[in-house]
């Protein structure tokens, strides 16, 4: 079996332009003016606090590892595996909460680029997810078509602060 791991930690810094209350979701203007829209799960209380003109700060965390073997039986059968979880800020605190997610899939390499060391593979529900590879030699192993299991791990922290703490950092 060849794994390999990798992952960083990411920051968007910005102006909420657009809330979907519904939804759960925000949009987030940043400093240099590219927007980004986040979900906010149901774990974080006080959404409905949100304002458009709020600045937030999101940070979050994406990772994979990917293990170049065959499925066993079990993972076959069910080729995608999600589990959460979540927290919320006290009844004290600015609305702030967090998210964290694993997801273990099932994909097959649709493609894979020497050059850029890098493997395209497809999941279960037919996304397509673009990987590194940390050494060349493991292309010698594995070929299009071939399966393969992945772990994704995403985390995300929210707080809405205040606009006189804001620092336009972007990411």
Same mark, same amino acid.
């Given at each position: 079996?060849?794994?390999?791991? =990798?992952?960083?930690?990411?920051?968007?810094?910005?102006?909420?332009?657009?809330?979907?209350?519904?939804?759960?979701?925000?949009? +987030?203007?940043?400093?240099?003016?590219?927007?980004?829209?986040?979900?906010?799960? /149901?774990?974080?209380?006080?959404?409905?606090?949100?304002?458009?003109? &709020?600045?937030?700060?999101? *940070?979050?965390?994406?990772?994979?590892?990917? /293990?170049?073997?065959?499925?066993?039986?079990?993972?076959?059968?069910?080729? +995608?595996?999600?589990? /959460?979880? %979540?927290?919320? @800020?006290?009844? *004290?605190?600015?609305?702030?909460?967090?998210?964290?997610?694993?997801?273990? %899939?099932?994909?097959?390499? /649709?493609?894979?680029?020497?050059?850029?060391?890098?493997?395209?593979?497809? @999941?279960?529900? @037919?996304?397509?997810?673009? %990987?590194?590879?940390? &050494?060349?030699?493991?292309? *010698?192993?594995?070929?299009?078509? &071939?399966?393969?299991?992945?772990?994704? =791990?995403?985390?995300?922290?929210?707080? +809405?602060?205040?606009?006189?703490?804001?620092?336009?950092? @972007?990411?």
């Amino acid at each position: 079996m060849i794994t390999r791991t =990798n992952s960083m930690v990411l920051n968007f810094t910005g102006t909420i332009t657009d809330i979907d209350y519904p939804n759960r979701e925000f949009t +987030l203007k940043g400093p240099e003016g590219r927007t980004e829209t986040f979900e906010v799960d /149901e774990e974080v209380q006080r959404f409905n606090e949100a304002k458009v003109g &709020d600045k937030v700060s999101v *940070d979050y965390y994406v990772g994979y590892n990917a /293990e170049v073997r065959k499925p066993t039986t079990e993972e076959a059968q069910n080729p +995608l595996v999600v589990v /959460e979880s %979540a927290g919320k @800020g006290g009844p *004290d605190a600015p609305p702030t909460g967090h998210v964290a997610r694993r997801i273990r %899939a099932v994909v097959t390499i /649709e493609s894979m680029d020497r050059t850029a060391q890098t493997v395209t593979v497809k @999941g279960p529900r @037919g996304q397509s997810f673009i %990987a590194g590879v940390a &050494d060349p030699s493991n292309f *010698d192993k594995v070929h299009v078509g &071939d399966t393969i299991v992945m772990t994704f =791990n995403e985390a995300a922290a929210i707080s +809405l602060k205040p606009a006189s703490n804001y620092t336009a950092t @972007g990411r």
